[in-house]
């Protein structure tokens, strides 16, 4: 069985990541989204289990799809779930410097995992969850930017109205 590991912090899921997910479910037998807690970023709009169960929400139609919560190393992880690829979304050459630096690291780290690179779509390619959440705080519409079934969570946890 081929698994392969999504990782992101996805606070919140948008459309762009729900496109990397449904292409990678293609490509591999299992995927297994995992909500990771990012260095960078100490707190989130989301708390990781609310994370997890919007991700299970948007992805209940995709098969093979898996979503968990993971608070250590992404190649420890994968190396626990025998996973043999971690599936990242590049939107942009400024993606790429940073996703390179940590497929060089997780391949340090567990050399029988690989990291494979899917380029978002164009309509995805600007897309970020800190985007979502500025347009959102402001009162801007975010339709088209997530997924419609947790747009409404989205708004109610963001807006400042």
């Given at each position: 069985?081929?698994?392969?590991?999504?990782?992101?912090?996805?606070?919140?899921?948008?459309?762009?990541?729900?496109?990397?997910?449904?292409?990678?479910?293609?490509?591999?037998?299992?995927?297994?989204?995992?909500?990771?807690?990012?260095?960078?970023?100490?707190?989130?709009?989301?708390?990781?289990?609310?994370?997890?169960?919007?991700i299970?929400?948007?992805?209940?139609?995709?098969?093979?799809?898996?979503?968990e919560?993971?608070?250590?190393?992404?190649?420890?992880?994968?190396?626990?779930?025998?996973?043999?690829?971690?599936?990242?979304?590049?939107?942009?050459?400024?993606?790429?410097?940073?996703?390179?630096?940590?497929?060089?690291?997780?391949?340090?780290?567990?050399?029988?995992?690989?990291?494979?690179?899917?380029?978002?779509?164009?309509?995805?390619?600007?897309?970020?969850?800190?985007?979502?959440?500025?347009?959102?705080?402001?009162?801007?519409?975010?339709?088209?930017?997530?997924?419609?079934e947790?747009?409404?969570?989205?708004?109610?946890?963001?807006?400042k109205?």
């Amino acid at each position: 069985m081929r698994i392969a590991i999504c990782p992101g912090s996805f606070d919140p899921i948008t459309n762009g990541h729900l496109e990397i997910i449904r292409r990678a479910s293609k490509l591999f037998d299992k995927v297994i989204v995992v909500v990771m807690s990012n260095y960078y970023k100490k707190t989130g709009a989301f708390a990781p289990d609310e994370r997890v169960e919007l991700i299970k929400r948007v992805t209940a139609d995709i098969p093979g799809i898996e979503v968990e919560a993971h608070y250590g190393l992404l190649a420890d992880y994968a190396a626990e779930k025998n996973a043999s690829a971690i599936v990242k979304g590049l939107r942009a050459v400024s993606d790429f410097d940073t996703e390179f630096q940590q497929a060089l690291a997780n391949k340090k780290l567990n050399s029988e995992v690989e990291t494979v690179f899917l380029t978002a779509s164009g309509e995805n390619m600007y897309l970020s969850s800190s985007m979502v959440k500025q347009i959102c705080e402001f009162g801007g519409d975010i339709s088209e930017f997530v997924p419609a079934e947790i747009r409404d969570d989205i708004e109610k946890r963001l807006r400042k109205d």
